[in-house]
């Protein structure tokens, strides 16, 4: 295609999720401003690199998951012809996050859970006039970033499941042996005792300083696991049997006793809520040590930095 002057990248739409694959169709663009779609087979022969975002077989494009990836840039795509790269086009698919209804995992596991934290802040993008960020911390574990667009900024919206888990029920007591000939059952065996319950996990909120209302956006559930029921008692074994003839009287064995259940665990205590100042906000988190959620917080504050003056 010598002829041709550049390339259009058509997506489907102008906006997908972080997560989505974006379809999108091609044109090349020829003197006098005609266009002529691409066949699959000349997509496939197309160079094409994106930020944010992957190309996948069919032409489309897989974008980021991380949310924070593209929240300053955009689903950035961009295609060239394979012989000739000159021949270029470029595109930008604005992220959304309307479809993004997040319940966090924060269950703690083991008796002594460490406590959890949810940091908020709200920044500007180059396509949207506020954003709210928000991340889930946890010892030992990644942190989870998520965003908020504005029309998702409501009371609740994020959920964090921080429930200790269920004790576990006691094992069934042993049935007692038969007896023998004219002999009694054997005693059932006495059921296991439940576990207790796991406490709930604790859960503070670190919000931007003046923007304490971020607090509300947070919904915490951390009651204690229930405990677990005590093992079935075991059963009396059978009385043995009884010739003919014999003047025996073999009796069933004593049943055991039912398990005691565990206790429920504790509660997790209410959200506490502070307050850090925005320059120090994100430098105090574990995701500032990701390069890339790094360079990424940088030029959002950068960029909100200069739309408030």
Sequence with gaps: MSFARGLNIRPASPRACPGEVIAATYEVRI????????????????????????????????????????????????????????????????????????????????????????????????????????????AGRTPSVTIFGPGDVQRGALRINAAGANGTAGHAGLSGPSGVECADGGDGHDGDDGRDGEPGRDVDIIVQAGSEWLADLVSVFNPGGHGGAGGAAGAGGAPGFVPRGASCSPKAGRPGQRGTSGRDGQPGLRPKVSSVPLTLLWSGSPIWSDSTSRRVLSELIQYTAKAVR
Excluded at 78 to 93: E, F
Excluded at 124 to 131: C, E, N, Q, R
């Design 31 to 138: 003197d006098g401003g005609t266009v002529l779609p691409l066949t699959e087979s000349d997509v496939s022969g197309l160079v094409r690199k994106a930020v944010a975002a992957e190309p996948t077989r069919n032409g489309g494009w897989l974008s980021s998951a991380d949310a924070l990836a593209s929240a300053h840039s955009g689903f950035r795509l961009s295609a060239s012809l394979g012989r000739d790269t000159t021949v270029r086009g470029d595109t930008v698919v604005v992220p959304s996050y309307a479809c993004r209804r997040p319940e966090w995992d924060a269950r703690p596991i083991g008796p002594l859970p460490d406590k959890a934290y949810v940091r908020l802040g709200t920044l500007a993008t180059p396509f949207y006039d506020s954003i709210v960020v928000a991340v889930l911390e946890i």
